[in-house]
């Protein structure tokens, strides 16, 4: 009877210990996200991410300004550590085989591998999937493949607007690897400037406003900060996937 009194209570103890390490954890695993601002919500974009910058005068295109905002989305944490292990294991060996490239056909990226994808074993189908679901309309038809676009370290995305004729309103990438800034400026009046925030492991959404009328970059890492402080990037992975182009209209 001692034997097993003293056993229960052993078992309590363990429990009551791990029940508070526990609970400890989840605590500060909320601090965390107080204090950056970011919730770990995989369907929600996150308006923390993304700021006006100053250039902005708050009475300026004050209905360009909400519209924006709503047309480009970040969703911080919406792959876990394993899901992106598990894509990056897909592209690295086609990769690695691959130089780094430092022109483009329109000039517009520097410092880059690129590789289009069709087929992903079926873990990294799911999650590709679930990029469909959350960034794209329910009927929307999207290009068969997925584009890969490995950035290197000191590499960088100069401000440009994708193609209309390879790509349709909307554009979903995830950011793998390493974080970075994404600014955008309005094509007309570049002063019209946000940035955002791109997390590693988030996904980006830009449609409509975002897409069409203003232009996007990814910062060097030298010039990338977020609200006064550096963002330190390296290597940088993005798998992106985009609605097919609007067909062209009849003569």
């Known amino acids: 009877m001692r034997i097993l009194t003293f056993s229960v209570l052993k078992n309590c103890k363990i429990k009551t210990s791990l029940f508070k390490s526990l609970s400890v954890q989840v605590q500060a695993n909320n601090e965390i996200e107080k204090l950056s601002g970011i919730r770990t919500n995989k369907t929600n974009a996150d308006p923390n991410l993304v700021d006006i910058l100053p250039s902005w005068k708050e009475d300026e295109e004050v209905e360009l300004r909400s519209t924006v905002l709503q047309h480009m989305r970040v969703l911080p944490n919406f792959v876990t550590e394993e899901e992106e292990a598990a894509l990056l294991a897909e592209v690295e060996p086609q990769l690695k085989r691959?130089?780094?490239?430092?022109?483009?056909?329109?000039?517009?990226?520097?410092?880059?591998?690129?590789?289009?994808?069709?087929?992903?074993?079926?873990?990294?189908?799911?999650?590709?999937?679930?990029?469909?679901?959350?960034?794209?309309?329910?009927?929307?038809?999207?290009?068969?493949?997925?584009?890969?676009?490995?950035?290197?370290p000191a590499g960088h995305i100069r401000p440009h607007v994708d193609a209309v004729r390879f790509c349709g309103d909307t554009i979903a990438g995830l950011c793998l690897l390493s974080s970075a800034v994404m600014r955008l400026a309005h094509e007309q009046r570049p002063h019209l400037a946000l940035d955002a925030l791109l997390q590693r492991r988030c996904l980006y959404v830009m449609t409509g406003v975002a897409r069409y009328e203003f232009s996007h970059a990814v910062l060097r890492g030298a010039e990338g900060a977020w609200r006064g402080a550096a963002v330190r990037r390296g290597r940088r992975v993005a798998v992106i996937c985009r609605e097919r182009p609007r067909a062209a209209p009849a003569p």
């Open 98 to 152: 691959m130089r780094y490239e430092f022109d483009h056909w329109d000039n517009a990226i520097e410092g880059f591998r690129e590789t289009e994808r069709s087929k992903w074993n079926e873990a990294n189908s799911g999650v590709l999937a679930r990029v469909r679901d959350v960034a794209f309309p329910p009927h929307a038809q999207l290009l068969p493949h997925a584009h890969v676009l490995d950035l290197a």
